[in-house]
């Protein structure tokens, strides 16, 4: 979002912060297309560009930048709810959207189906799962808490395990499941700043302490702080130890680069508009083939040999136009490449945390090292952990500085700011931040 515009908020920004002044933002307005970005205007890559130099060429992203609608007049470091649509995703959405809305019940039950089937495949084969591997769901939560309500393997001493940085809405479901048993659920506090082998460390030893665990939850990327758990090797132990995984990849499809065998799980629940850029409204359940026998079918639904993934949601009506949206969706995230997005998101975390971490007042919270860091992160001032402290921070963040940025309220070490990049930001915008941050002293 380097263009004049920018500039001259932000030479109004600094005006106001060498006057003392309050600076206020004016609600964004949205820059429309002029025209349509095809695929041809995209930027070439060329074969022998690493990520990580593609990752510092600003001059790229600027030319990625106008694939997205632009909206002025903050700094939005909260991309972490959902993301944009690029504008040709954008439009084959709208396409889409008159499509069934003309062709209506006439489409929907004569043609559906197939083209379902097509997206769900097309998921399947961008994650590397088989397609009777995968269903499509609304969201994230709709397949993570299938499987946690539908888990049926829980016996009268077992317990369950779940961890402070997991997704708030999880761990109470987590919670509700050891109620509704009447078993007990293990809480496991992650350190607030961990590299891989401190989170791989916390959890052997939960798991040591707790030999009667069957079931845990396994956050990808957590929704607090970005950061990234070697979801592989803990699995790994966890299944030596006879624990079952359910893996939250909501947050991590996209904003990584990986393939569902590299994370070594069996279940999975993802979701494709945040980081694949799909119109909201779609999501994916993951169930390796030989697994389902442990997550009942929802109920109602038939699957006497377990074979059937599709048997455990029953999603009834949704949006057909984002479920038709997501071969585009997925082709122009190919189009960027997972491993360039994944790169340039993390380039642009550490523009600002590397400065942070200088500042005595600032505490960044989650990566200590990179396998564990995503674009996404997270800091508080120092000492200031409560929801009153976090609030502050965000509304001073926004209404003196124009940058926009949400509070996380989930981990044991107390409340904190979330700051999320996208790929259409640009490395000035993050200097706004930067600005900010300094400014907060
Ligand atoms: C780690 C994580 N899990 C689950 C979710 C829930 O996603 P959704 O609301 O799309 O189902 C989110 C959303 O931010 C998340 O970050």
């Given at each position: 979002?380097?263009?004049?515009?920018?500039?001259?908020?932000?030479?109004?920004?600094l005006k106001s912060l060498t006057a003392g002044a309050i600076y206020s933002i004016?609600?964004?307005?949205?820059?429309?297309?002029?025209?349509?970005?095809?695929?041809?205007?995209?930027?070439?890559?060329?074969?022998?560009?690493?990520?990580?130099?593609?990752?510092?060429?600003?001059?790229?992203?600027?030319?990625?930048?106008?694939?997205?609608?632009?909206?002025?007049?903050?700094?939005?470091?909260?991309?972490?709810?959902?993301?944009?649509?690029?504008?040709?995703?954008?439009?084959?959405?709208?396409?889409?959207?008159?499509?069934?809305?003309?062709?209506?019940?006439?489409?929907?039950?004569?043609?559906?189906?197939?083209?379902?089937?097509?997206?769900?495949?097309?998921?399947?084969?961008?994650?590397?799962?088989?397609?009777?591997?995968?269903?499509?769901?609304?969201?994230?939560?709709?397949?993570?808490?299938?499987?946690?309500?539908?888990?049926?393997?829980?016996?009268?001493?077992?317990?369950?395990?779940?961890?402070?940085?997991?997704?708030?809405?999880?761990?109470?479901?987590?919670?509700?499941?050891?109620?509704?048993?009447?078993?007990?659920?293990?809480?496991?506090?992650?350190?607030?700043?961990?590299?891989?082998?401190?989170?791989?460390?916390?959890?052997?030893?939960?798991?040591?302490?707790?030999?009667?665990?069957?079931?845990?939850?396994?956050?990808?990327?957590?929704?607090?702080?970005?950061?990234?758990?070697?979801?592989?090797?803990?699995?790994?132990?966890?299944?030596?130890?006879?624990?079952?995984?359910?893996?939250?990849?909501?947050?991590?499809?996209?904003?990584?680069?990986?393939?569902?065998?590299?994370?070594?799980?069996?279940?999975?629940?993802?979701?494709?508009?945040?980081?694949?850029?799909?119109?909201?409204?779609?999501?994916?359940?993951?169930?390796?083939?030989?697994?389902?026998?442990?997550?009942?079918?929802?109920?109602?639904?038939?699957?006497?040999?377990?074979?059937?993934?599709?048997?455990?949601?029953?999603?009834?009506?949704?949006?057909?136009?984002?479920?038709?949206?997501?071969?585009?969706?997925?082709?122009?995230?190919?189009?960027?490449?997972?491993?360039?997005?994944?790169?340039?998101?993390?380039?642009?975390?550490?523009?600002?945390?590397?400065?942070?971490?200088?500042?005595?007042?600032?505490?960044?919270?989650?990566?200590?090292?990179?396998?564990?860091?995503?674009?996404?992160?997270?800091?508080?001032?120092?000492?200031?952990?409560?929801?009153?402290?976090?609030?502050?921070?965000?509304?001073?963040?926004?209404?003196?500085?124009?940058?926009?940025?949400?509070?996380?309220?989930?981990?044991?070490?107390?409340?904190?700011?979330?700051?999320?990049?996208?790929?259409?930001?640009?490395?000035?915008?993050?200097?706004?931040?930067?600005?900010?941050?300094?400014?907060?002293?």
């Open positions: 979002m380097s263009n004049d515009s920018t500039s001259f908020n932000r030479r109004t920004m004016a609600a964004p307005n949205i820059v429309q297309a002029k025209s349509s970005m095809s695929p041809a205007d995209f930027p070439s890559i060329s074969e022998d560009v690493s990520p990580q130099s593609l990752a510092i060429n600003e001059s790229f992203w600027a030319r990625v930048a106008p694939f997205y609608d632009t909206a002025q007049g903050i700094v939005n470091l909260e991309h972490g709810y959902w993301g944009k649509m690029s504008r040709p995703v954008q439009e084959d959405f709208v396409t889409n959207t008159r499509k069934v809305n003309t062709e209506l019940s006439y489409y929907a039950r004569k043609h559906y189906a197939d083209d379902q089937i097509i997206s769900s495949n097309k998921v399947a084969a961008a994650l590397g799962a088989k397609n009777e591997e995968l269903v499509l769901t609304r969201n994230a939560t709709e397949s993570i808490h299938n499987l946690i309500r539908q888990y049926n393997a829980l016996g009268q001493n077992d317990a369950v395990l779940y961890t402070d940085i997991d997704y708030p809405s999880f761990k109470e479901t987590m919670q509700w499941l050891a109620t509704s048993r009447n078993i007990e659920a293990v809480k496991v506090v992650l350190p607030a700043q961990a590299d891989q082998k401190q989170i791989l460390d916390t959890y052997i030893e939960a798991f040591d302490k707790h030999p009667n665990l069957k079931l845990m939850l396994l956050t990808h990327v957590s929704n607090q702080h970005g950061l990234v758990l070697p979801v592989a090797k803990i699995s790994a132990i966890a299944k030596l130890r006879g624990i079952d995984v359910i893996c939250d990849c909501a947050q991590s499809w996209g904003l990584l680069d990986f393939n569902i065998n590299d994370l070594n799980v069996d279940w999975a629940g993802f979701n494709l508009h945040k980081w694949i850029g799909s119109p909201v409204g779609v999501g994916a359940l993951y169930m390796k083939n030989g697994s389902l026998n442990k997550i009942s079918p929802y109920p109602g639904e038939s699957d006497p040999d377990n074979t059937k993934t599709s048997a455990r949601v029953h999603t009834a009506t949704v949006n057909f136009a984002s479920i038709l949206t997501i071969p585009a969706a997925i082709d122009f995230h190919q189009r960027i490449g997972g491993k360039n997005k994944e790169a340039r998101l993390r380039h642009l975390r550490a523009l600002w945390v590397n400065e942070a971490k200088k500042m005595p007042h600032i505490e960044v919270l989650g990566a200590l090292d990179d396998e564990s860091s995503s674009g996404m992160g997270a800091f508080r001032l120092k000492g200031k952990t409560s929801l009153q402290d976090a609030q502050a921070l965000q509304k001073r963040l926004e209404n003196e500085f124009g940058v926009f940025t949400v509070v996380r309220v989930g981990l044991d070490s107390g409340c904190c700011i979330r700051v999320t990049p996208q790929v259409f930001t640009s490395a000035n915008d993050i200097s706004q931040l930067v600005l900010a941050l300094k400014n907060l002293a």
